[in-house]
C-alpha cells in the first residue's frame, strides 16, 4: 500500500511538470509553423492542459477501471470550475472580454446536456462514444475556422503577448513536446496504477479516487495556469483554458476512453456527479455571460463556486466513511 501511495505522489508531480513542458512545446512549435495566436489559444493549449486526463482515462479504460476513466473526465470539470475557478476569482476577479468565450459557455453547457442524455441507461457504449468524438471533431473545425477567421480578439491579443514573452528555437520546442509527452504517459501509468492499488486496498470504488484524487491531480496544469494568467493579467486566457478543458474532457477523454471500452457505471454517476457539473457549468454561464455590460465572475460568485466544490467534495468522502461503517 505504501508503493501505492508513492506511485500516486509521485506519478502526479510528474504528470504535473510533464503536462507543462508538453503545453509549452506545443504552442511553440504551432507558433513556429505560423499558426495564429488565438487558434493556439483556443485548440493548442485547451487540448495541452487536457493531456493528461486523456492519457489516464485512456489508459483506466484500457484496464478495466471504467470508474477511474469517467471519474477523472467528470471530476476534472467539476474541479475546473469549482475549485480552479473559484479559487482564482477569489483571489483576482476574472473579466471575459472574447466574444469567442462566450460563444464557447453556450457550446459548453449543450455539450454537457449531451453527456447527461447518454448516460441516462448507466453506460456509455461505443456507439455513445463515437457520438461525442463526431461532436468533437465537428466543435474543432468551427473552432478552427473562427481562430482562421478573427483577426482581433481578446484572447488572441494576450496568446500573442504570451507567446512573444515565452519564444524559443524550435529545436528546443520540438524536444520539450517529445519529453513532455512521453513523460506524460508513462506519469499517467505510474498514477492509474497506484490509484487502482489504494482503491482496491480501502474497499473504496475506482469512481470515487477517479473523481477525486485523479481528478485534482490532473487538473492541476489548469490550476497553475488559471492562477497565473488571472496575476498576469490575462483573464481571457484563464477562462479560455477552463472552458476549452472541460469541453475536451466531456467529448474528447469520455469519447476515447469509451472507444476503447465501453464504460459501465452506477446510476449516481448521472443523479450525483453530473447533476453536479451541469449545475456548475449553467451558474458559470449564468454568471460569467453578460448581455448588456462586460462578463465578470467577482470574488463573492468565485466563493459560491469554491464553496460548492468544497461541499460536493466533502459529500463523496461521506460516503466513503457511511459505506465502511
Known sequence: MTLAFVAVVVGLALLVWSADRFVDGAASTARHFGMPALLIGMVVVGFGTSAPEMVVSALAASQG???????NAYGSNITNIGLILGLTALITPIA????VLRKELVILSAVTALAAWQLRDGDITRLDAVVLLVVFAGLMGW???????RKSDALGREMEQVLDDDAVPIRRAVYWLVVGLALLIASSRLLVWGAVEIAEGFGVSDLIIGLT????????PELASTIIATR???????????????MFNTLAVVGIAGAIHPLIVGPEVL????????VLTLSLFGIGYRFLRPARINRVEGAVLLAGYVGYTGYLIST???ARA
Do not use: C
Not at 143 to 149: D, E, K, N, P, V
Not at 232 to 246: C, M, P, Q, V
Open 320 to 322: 466513503v466513511f457511511v
Open 271 to 278: 443523479s450525483r456527479d453530473v447533476l453536479v457539473m451541469a
Open 65 to 71: 477501471s471504467p470508474g477511474i476513466a469517467l471519474g
Open 143 to 149: 473552432t478552427i475556422s473562427q481562430g482562421l477567421r
Open 96 to 99: 471575459v472580454n472574447s466574444r
Open 213 to 220: 484524487v485523479v481528478a485534482v491531480g490532473t487538473s492541476l
Open 232 to 246: 498576469r493579467g490575462e483573464h481571457d486566457i484563464a477562462i479560455g483554458n477552463i472552458l476549452g478543458s472541460n
